[in-house]
């Protein structure tokens, strides 16, 4: 991603990504309850929590998706409630299961999407190309393979791609790892190193514990619409050997006794 | 398991509600107490027998085409139990069972009764044919509807059935809007039914029809031929487990793979391809070219464009058959008119795709995405529909239409396409998800978006109209040309201008209708609002919702 520009960063000392009491009522259910979230410049964040906990509410009125009941989200300073134009030129997103759309093939869509975002042809061209070459989707396109006749794990690179194109500041990406292949995970896991080591900032969803931890060195766990703990790799660890243990300590968890599901071993 | 099936059916049915359940159900009683009526006033036996053959073709038809053009709202698919242990054809049948739970095989049953009467009043010795064949044609019809229904979703996979689907389409929406021009004499004659039946070429053509075979067999049975009697029941028992046969098999859960390998690159993917492109780089141009393509490659849009066109055709092709050669210029008209319907939920029809418009908001994207759907959407039909009404002029040699048909086509054009993207915001309905849809109406539900038209076209249209009653009256048509051209740019551009306003200041709210479904949005939409809050109201309670709802 060498030759990108970044958008001009205004207000210095702005974190990359604020996230200031966002709530949301969904038929009175409580899916994001006051939850604030600060991401430094650079850092690699790992949204953690269980299915339902409200990372996919979060993030998507984070990014614009969701307007949220109270509260709002900053991009480099921006909000996105308020100036939406501005804060989402900073910002890269990856939805998680939406529809694309279908009846392009994956260079077509990202032509579309380059033009859209005010790109011009040959940068989107150029980009376009090396992205479909590095995320392995040049073959695809050769045969003319439309987003709709994409596997669940072709459909979330081609979801990165869209993401990237416009080399944004901060990347948002929801279950990026999910379906994606060993091989392509590793491509995907340096194109994110290459990000921030550019100073970019990246947060990701997940609810697998040992790729998080792995991956990232910041991490928030959220549960029930609220964030339990956010800090550096090792200050929310703590004492805990894995990340996992400090999820079950926080979340907490049933265990399984010896008595249950016997039935299982019949 | 067909006792859970049913049960999941009636759940599934308490969380559906709307005005098409009730609007059918009002129908099905209509038709059930009509059927008996023209069967207990029939002046002679022979008389009801021409009668219940009419009926009986006219209950067969609306099996066929209900649940088609009631979007198939509570109906078991098949997808859901692709993954269980279940023999295939045993999904099938059951799901087949289901269909034979609910009020519209009750009162068909109620309305093919009438055959057993007929048979008891003609001879009571009849009476079990009557009775063998009221059940058959239950079973029949409602495995008919079932297999035109899956058939048309099968089809959607192949070119060539995508045709056939968008004949039968536009045959429908011709026969809605100008079937009374063929029905009215039959309708002139309803009075008279009873006396006389139906006369000469009519009962000829109905008895070739399956459903008259039950009546044949009491018929014969009635004048002592026993052997032909047992002859039409048995071939018409036959016939249903055909039927039933194919029908199993065809609700019986598939696996289609995905990821195949393309044995031809997508239509349209060299138009832009090397070269000179011939779209700007703007915006505007990137969704121009994304539209196109969509336009041509998507099965379902494929449909919409193609029954529109064949809609406007068969319109044409009525009016030459029913004396009414006035008509047939303006089937380009009528092509365009019903195109804008069709296209009158465009956000509905993408989907959560959606949300790439929402994160990747620009200064000028929401504007774009707007004008570069009325800009396809124009380069689509304004040729074809050009070429089809002058194609019927030439054929009818009706040469004085030509002005009326060139302001017709102008204004159509404009008012039709602005009414389009502005109701696509504000009555945006969700089907299911482009990803995964199946069905030949998958698309969501666009039935406000229809009826708003119908009425929204006359009266926006309404300066062109009056000035070509008046130039008309002068005798000089041509004089009305001006008027519908600007009537119709400004028409299209007042409207897409409201559209893309209402998209941008709303933008993550209709993202919110399509991914959260009616209820959340419901939440989000001004209670004490303008004219445009009102219609998306209107559109949140009056269309089906056939999604999925939450995340």
Do not use: C
Request: glycine share 10%.
């Amino acid at each position: 991603m060498g030759g990108m520009t970044r958008a001009d960063a205004p207000a210095a000392a702005a974190p990359a990504l604020e996230l200031d009491e966002l709530t949301k009522t969904f038929n009175e259910t409580r899916a994001a309850d006051g939850v604030s979230l600060t991401v430094p410049r650079g850092a690699m964040l790992g949204l953690v929590g269980p299915n339902g906990a409200g990372k996919t509410t979060s993030l998507s009125m984070a990014v614009g998706l969701l307007r949220p009941d109270s509260g709002t989200a900053r991009v480099l300073g921006v909000d996105v409630w308020k100036d939406p134009v501005e804060a989402k030129h900073r910002l890269g997103v990856l939805p998680d299961g939406l529809s694309l759309p279908e009846r392009l093939t994956g260079g077509e869509l990202l032509d579309y999407w380059g033009r859209l975002r005010g790109l011009d042809r040959d940068v989107t061209r150029t980009r376009a190309e090396e992205m479909l070459k590095v995320l392995e989707l040049d073959g695809a396109e050769r045969d003319g393979v439309l987003v709709a006749e994409y596997s669940t794990g072709m459909r979330k690179k081609i979801g990165l791609a869209t993401a990237l194109l416009h080399a944004p500041d901060v990347l948002v990406l929801d279950e990026p790892y999910e379906a994606v292949d060993p091989v392509s995970a590793r491509v995907l896991t340096a194109i994110l190193r290459r990000f921030t080591d550019g100073g970019g900032t990246v947060v990701i969803s997940s609810h697998v514990m040992a790729l998080v931890e792995q991956l990232t060195d910041r991490v928030a766990i959220i549960a029930e619409g609220r964030v339990l703990a956010d800090g550096t790799l090792g200050d929310v660890r703590g004492v805990d050997a894995t990340l996992e243990d400090t999820f079950v300590r926080l979340v907490g968890a049933r265990e399984v006794s010896e008595e249950d599901l016997t039935w299982l071993n019949s | 398991m067909v006792e859970l099936l049913i049960r999941l059916k009636f759940t599934l049915g308490r969380h559906t509600t709307g005005a098409t359940r009730w609007f059918s159900l009002s129908l099905i009683l209509l038709g059930a107490g009509l059927t008996w009526y023209l069967t207990v006033t029939a002046a002679s036996a022979e008389v009801r027998s021409s009668l219940l053959m009419l009926v009986l073709a006219v209950w067969a038809g609306g099996w066929v085409l209900g649940p088609t053009i009631t979007n198939g709202v509570g109906v078991l698919r098949s997808q859901y139990f692709t993954l269980l242990p279940l023999d295939r054809n045993r999904v099938g049948a059951g799901l087949l069972v289901t269909m034979f739970i609910g009020a519209g095989a009750l009162f068909t049953l109620v309305a093919t009764s009438a055959l057993a009467w007929h048979a008891w009043a003609s001879d009571a010795a009849a009476l079990f044919l009557g009775l063998l064949g009221m059940l058959l044609l239950v079973v029949f019809m409602v495995s008919l509807s079932r297999l035109v229904f899956r058939a048309l979703g099968a089809a959607m996979h192949s070119r060539l059935g995508m045709e056939i689907a968008s004949l039968q389409w536009g045959l429908i929406v011709a026969g809605l809007f100008f079937g009374w021009v063929a029905v009215q004499p039959a309708l002139a004659a309803v009075g008279s039914l009873s006396e006389f039946g139906l006369q000469g070429t009519a009962v000829t053509v109905l008895s070739v029809l399956p459903t008259s075979w039950p009546v044949l067999a009491v018929d014969a049975a009635v004048a002592g031929a026993w052997g032909a009697a047992f002859g039409w029941l048995g071939a018409f028992a036959a016939l249903t487990l055909v039927t039933v046969l194919v029908t199993v098999r065809l609700l019986a859960p598939a696996v289609t793979s995905r990821g195949v390998r393309r044995r031809s690159r997508p239509l349209g993917s060299r138009v832009f391809d090397g070269g000179r492109p011939l779209l700007p780089d703007t915006p505007l141009g990137a969704v121009v070219g994304k539209e196109l393509r969509q336009w041509w490659r998507d099965p379902w849009r494929g449909l919409e464009l193609r029954s529109s066109l064949y809609a406007g055709l068969f319109i044409g092709l009525l009016g030459l058959i029913s004396y009414l050669p006035q008509i047939a210029p303006f089937s380009g008209v009528f092509a365009v008119v019903i195109m804008g319907m069709s296209s009158s939920n465009l956000y509905g029809h993408d989907g959560t795709a959606l949300w790439l418009s929402v994160v990747g908001q620009g200064r000028d994207t929401v504007r774009a995405e707007i004008r570069g759907r009325q800009v396809a959407i124009a380069l689509l039909i304004t040729p074809l529909a050009a070429l089809m009404s002058v194609v019927m002029v030439v054929a009818t040699g009706e040469y004085g239409a030509v002005p009326y048909v060139l302001i017709g086509l102008v204004v159509a054009l404009g008012v039709t396409n602005g009414l389009a993207v502005l109701l696509s915001v504000v009555a945006v309905t969700p089907g299911v998800d482009p990803h995964r849809r199946v069905d030949a109406n998958d698309t969501g539900d666009n039935q406000l978006q229809v009826w708003l038209t119908l009425v929204a076209f006359p009266v926006l249209a309404a300066p062109t109209l009056a000035a070509a009653v008046w130039a008309g009256a002068q005798g000089t048509p041509w004089l009305a040309v001006p008027v519908a051209l600007a009537n119709g740019a400004l028409a299209a551009w007042l409207m897409g201008w409201a559209a893309h306003r209402r998209l941008e200041s709303r933008l993550p709210e209709t993202f919110t209708r399509i991914r959260y479904g009616k209820e959340i949005a419901a939440q989000a939409v001004p209670r004490s609002g303008g004219l445009l809050d009102r219609l998306e109201r209107g559109a949140l309670s009056a269309n089906n919702e056939i999604k999925p709802t939450g995340s």
